[in-house]
Every structure is written in C-alpha cells, then in structure tokens.
C-alpha cells in the first residue's frame, strides 16, 4: 500500500493563478480531510469529505473547492490563488472501524504564492 | 466548533528529563485525542492517542492521560532523548473521526 499520496511536493504560483493540489488513498478509507498548515497556527481544517460524492466545509474553507467523485481521490482546487494561502498543505484519510479509529497523513504540498 | 489549546509553546529540557504537554478542549463531545510528532519538513506522526472511555495509556517511554470531567489531557515523555525533539500536536475529534481540531504544537528541544 502507498498509503495517501499527495501531488505536486512543491508549488510556487503567481497571484490569480489556479491550480489543483492531488490526493489519493489506497486504504480504501471512508474519510478524507484536507489542513493547512502555518507557523505557530497548528494543523487547521479547509474541506472534508465522508464518501464519495459529499463534501462539507472545515474551519477555513475561503478560497479552496473540493470534490469527491471516488473513494481513492480528494483533489483540493484553488481558484485564484492568493499569497495568504502559501501553506503547507495535508491530506489525510481516515477509518472508523468498530470503535477502533485511523488518520493517515500525505506528506505535504509546499505552496507559495506570489 | 471545537477549540483545543495548547501549553507550553516551547519547552527545553535536558536529555534524560522527562517533559510534559498540556491540552484543553471546549467540547464535551470529543472522544478521541491523538498525539503527533512532527519533524521538520516532515509529516504529522501518530505517537499515541487515547478514547474518552480511558483514563491513562502508556507506550514505553511515552505515556497520555484524560481527564474528561476537567477536559484535558497530557502527553508525558520519559527519559527524554535528543531524538524526541519535534514539534508535538494534540488534536480532538468529536466521533466523527473526519475533523480532527489540533492544538497548535509545541516545540521540543532535548538538550545533550
């Protein structure tokens, strides 16, 4: 198993640009989440998804569009991108089995906007 | 939504020390709280995590525990070595396990 597979690693785009961060899972995992992640801020939610085809917005979700057409994939879009959203940027995918609980984290998309 | 604060920001011990995180969480409803390491440019790493339905879990040098009346838990770490040093989060999920809120790290430095 690859586990959860983030592309690009690394991304520089200009002001207004868009783009398409990927991620994909082989766990066949229910659950898939993106975070943000800035200095001295944590690890905050942007959008989540608990199947294939339902998305619903996490904590900051300005800026970001989601879609979950299969299990294996939860791509995060950026429309216009801003420098306020240079981050490192995790997908995640997780289980609920019987009580029993699993996150699996990618390993990051580096973005800078600017 | 759920809020989890973290304590202390930053914590410096000597190698063979043991260290100590706080957290605190507004949500009743919260049942899950995981602990992840985080090395530079590195990925979160699950180290422990802990149900509502336990009061304490050890994994050797690493132990957590809850108190849910309080509404806080606590990573203990052990006969510390420079190798522990990271970034820790604590996070809580409301049994939903698909919206982890995280804490906002400590940074840990294990001095030699």
């Known amino acids: 198993n690859a586990g959860v597979t983030q592309t690009p690693k690394f991304q520089v785009l200009k002001t207004g640009q868009s783009m398409t961060l990927q991620c994909a899972q082989d766990m066949n995992h229910e659950y898939m989440s993106w975070y943000r992640q800035d200095p001295g801020m944590g690890l905050r939610l942007i959008h989540y998804s608990v199947g294939a085809g339902i998305t619903d917005q996490g904590e900051v979700p300005n800026g970001y569009n989601v879609s979950r057409s299969t299990t294996e994939d939860f791509p995060l879009r950026l429309l216009s991108a801003a420098p306020s959203q240079t981050s490192v940027y995790f997908c995640?995918?997780?289980?609920?089995?019987?009580?029993?609980?699993?996150?699996?984290f990618g390993s990051g998309t580096r973005l800078t906007v600017v | 939504g759920e809020n989890v604060e973290q304590h202390p920001s930053t914590l410096s011990v000597q190698e063979g020390d043991s260290a100590v995180i706080k957290c605190t969480y507004s949500d009743s409803a919260s049942n899950y709280f995981p602990w992840y390491k985080q090395e530079l440019g590195k990925r979160p790493q699950l180290i422990i995590d802990?149900?509502?339905?336990?009061g304490e879990k050890k994994d050797q040098r690493i132990a957590v525990t809850l108190n849910k009346t309080a509404k806080h838990f606590s990573l203990h770490i052990t006969e510390t070595q420079p190798e522990d040093s990271a970034v820790y989060f604590c996070a809580a999920d409301i049994s939903s396990n698909y919206k982890l809120t995280f804490g906002k790290g400590t940074l840990l430095t294990v001095n030699p």
């Open positions: 995640a995918s997780s289980y609920s089995i019987r009580g029993d609980y699993g996150y699996t």
């Open positions: 802990i149900r509502s339905n336990v």
